[in-house]
């Protein structure tokens, strides 16, 4: 793949209009020699591996897939470790193999991982104590410690977004082509786990799989298809600077692909059809995710279809939708509606967490498990209604036992957060509380997804 200045150029017209949520980066010199460098670098993700994901998106827009995207809403760099990416990946084969087990629907597996390092936020400065600095961005900006000095945005640390990145790439493609995603070892995935509810019901299934397993061995079957998954990296296209440094020239076509990762999205706060950001992703070849909130209408989505999928390609274009359980079905029936009778088939994917985040009374930033399961309901609900389909789920989880969410098999209470709330930005699903929204979910596909 090439990345010569004069043929990515064109790339750089986002900064001639109007930007959302960027740093005020305080170096133009030092920034300028960090995108050099990452424009040099070796890409992340490769052309070939993104078209093979928008062809598996078209089938989850038509039906034939379902797509489960699961990862931190910001990940840290302290916590790019072995064990906590295998722990998140190990979560979503779980939640993989229960909704494809009970709905017979093959599963697109995707993380919120390897550049999910930065975030939008509702204030450029935040004051404590008198002292006025400016917002923690995520660590591919600037630092949580609430000093001057962490708080002042680095572009070095966008170099470190694309090592850390690099290396989680690295760990994603070996447990999930080394045998550690191998079907045949369903049952070692929950071994590490807190035992509950959520636990026991794995294992039912897994003891089914297995029983599956050996008579397809006793038959003689090829277990090759067993032995690795696709597994593609996601995060959102925030950072105009590196998502533009990253980007390369495909040898084959001459198109443009984003190479920080496969899918990339734009969010609620950076899907303006005049801003930058539309203008940037517009430019690529990756498949594209937009998030819609509640004050989205029909003329939003479809001007948005227009600009990104010009040409109406299946996978190209994925809404993802974040309502909140009280909104979900008074909103998102007419965006549905409107894009179907304008004959366009974006893939449409629920993330019921955003609109759900509330503070609870001893001061955490959290959310109800009852709302998110609400909103997913509404979700599906409104799909089965129209006839159209439900394409998948856009989830902030992990891999490990935290306390950040309310309720659950597990009854997380207000004072349940206090144990193990490990976030720094927005509170995550732990495990039991993933698995258990996957059972939900494969019971619903089971009758909407055929």
């Known amino acids: 793949m090439s990345s010569t200045s ?6 750089g017209t986002w900064r001639e209009y109007p930007r959302v949520q960027q740093p005020s980066w305080p170096d133009e010199g030092e920034r300028a020699a960090v995108f050099d460098r990452l424009r040099a670098a070796p890409p992340l993700v490769f052309a070939g591996e993104v078209d093979v994901l928008r062809s598996r998106l078209a089938d989850a ?41 009970g709905a017979s629907v093959p599963v697109i597996k995707m993380g919120r991982m390897a550049g999910q390092f930065a975030k ?36 070095q640390r966008l170099w470190e977004m694309y090592t850390t990145s690099a290396q989680s790439l690295n760990l994603m493609r070996a447990f999930t082509s080394g045998g550690f995603a191998d079907l045949r070892e369903v049952h070692s995935w929950n071994q590490g786990f807190v035992r509950g509810p959520g636990y026991d019901r794995y294992e039912q299934i897994a003891r ?9 061995e006793a038959i003689g079957a090829d277990f090759e298809a067993l032995q690795s998954v696709e597994y593609y990296a996601s995060h959102e296209a925030l950072l105009l600077d590196y998502e533009e440094a990253m980007s390369r020239i495909d040898s084959r076509t001459g198109e443009i692909y984003g190479c920080s990762g496969h899918f990339l999205w734009i969010g609620e706060r950076t899907r303006q059809l005049d801003g930058a950001h539309v ?14 909130g509640p004050s989205s209408t029909v003329d939003d989505a479809l001007r948005l279809i227009d600009t990104l999928d010009p040409e109406r390609e299946p996978g190209r274009i994925t809404f993802i939708s974040r309502m909140g359980a009280g909104r979900i079905r008074d909103v998102l029936p007419g965006l549905v509606e409107g894009v179907r009778d304008a004959g366009a088939t974006p893939a449409w994917v629920t993330d ?3 609109g759900n985040t509330i503070t609870s009374s001893n001061g955490y930033k959290t959310r109800r498990f009852e709302d998110i399961l609400e909103e997913v309901r509404g979700f599906f609900e409104v799909h089965r209604a129209l006839g159209t389909v439900p394409a998948g789920l856009h989830m902030e989880l992990t891999g490990d036992d935290v ?6 098999t597990g009854h997380i209470d207000e004072a349940g957060l206090e144990r193990r709330y490990e976030t720094l930005v927005d509170p995550r699903l732990n495990h039991q509380q993933s698995l258990e929204l996957a059972f939900l979910v494969a019971e619903m596909l089971g009758q909407d997804v055929r």
């Open 6 to 11: 004069e043929e990515l150029a064109a790339l």
């Open 279 to 292: 203008e940037f992703v517009s430019r690529l070849r990756n498949p594209i995710g937009v998030k819609l």
């Open 120 to 155: 939008p936020r509702s204030s450029d400065m935040e004051t404590r104590d008198g002292l006025t600095l400016p917002t923690y961005r995520g660590d591919a900006v600037n630092g949580f410690e609430f000093t001057p000095e962490a708080r002042r945005p680095d572009p």
């Open 403 to 408: 306390t950040e969410v309310l309720g659950g």
């Open 61 to 101: 827009a038509r039906g034939e897939a379902f797509l489960l995207q699961g990862g931190d809403c910001a990940e840290t760099f302290a916590d790019s470790t072995a064990d906590r990416i295998r722990a998140k990946i190990r979560t979503i084969l779980q939640m993989a193999a229960v909704l494809t087990y």
């Open 208 to 216: 089914e799989i297995d029983k599956a397993v050996r008579f397809m």
């Open 352 to 354: 019921p967490m955003h």
